[in-house]
C-alpha cells in the first residue's frame, strides 16, 4: 500500500505565503508525475500545479508567477510554495501521486487526504 501524507496548511493574509509538503511512502518501485489540485466550495477541483519524474513543470493560469511546484525523488515528496496568495486561493488542496508499486504491475494513482488553504484578513 502507499500513503500520501500532506502538511502546510492553513490561514493566511491576502499576499502572504505558505508552502505545503506532500510525502509518499509504502511499497513503491517509482514515481512518475506528482501534482496538486484544489477544491473551492461549490466549484469543481481543478489542477493548480503538476511535475514529471524529470522535473518538467505546469501551472493554472491562476497561479502561474506566483506558485512554484517541486519535487525531492530521494524523499517522495512534493513540495508546493503559494506566494502573493489571494482569497481566490482558498480551496481544500490535495496532492496526487502516479506511481508503480514494488511486485505490482501497472500505474496507479494516488490522493493524499486534503489540507485547507484560507486567505483572509
Known amino acids: 500500500q502507499v500513503q500520501l501524507v500532506e502538511s502546510g496548511g492553513g490561514l493566511v493574509q491576502p499576499g502572504g505565503s505558505l508552502r505545503l509538503s506532500c510525502a509518499a511512502s509504502?511499497?513503491?518501485?517509482?514515481?512518475?508525475?506528482m501534482g496538486w489540485y484544489r477544491q473551492a466550495p461549490g466549484k469543481q477541483r481543478e489542477l493548480v500545479a503538476h511535475?514529471?519524474?524529470?522535473?518538467?513543470?505546469n501551472y493554472a493560469d491562476s497561479v502561474k508567477g506566483r506558485f512554484t511546484i517541486s519535487r525531492d525523488n530521494a524523499k517522495n515528496t512534493v513540495y508546493l510554495q503559494m506566494n502573493s496568495l489571494k482569497p481566490e486561493d482558498t480551496a481544500v488542496y490535495s496532492c496526487?501521486?502516479?506511481?508503480?508499486?514494488?511486485?505490482?504491475?501497472?500505474?496507479?494513482?494516488?490522493w493524499g487526504q486534503g489540507t485547507q488553504v484560507t486567505v483572509s484578513s
Open positions: 496526487n501521486t502516479v506511481l508503480r508499486q514494488l511486485g505490482v504491475p501497472g500505474v496507479f494513482s494516488y
Open positions: 509504502g511499497s513503491i518501485f517509482s514515481i512518475n508525475a
Open positions: 511535475i514529471t519524474s524529470g522535473g518538467s513543470t
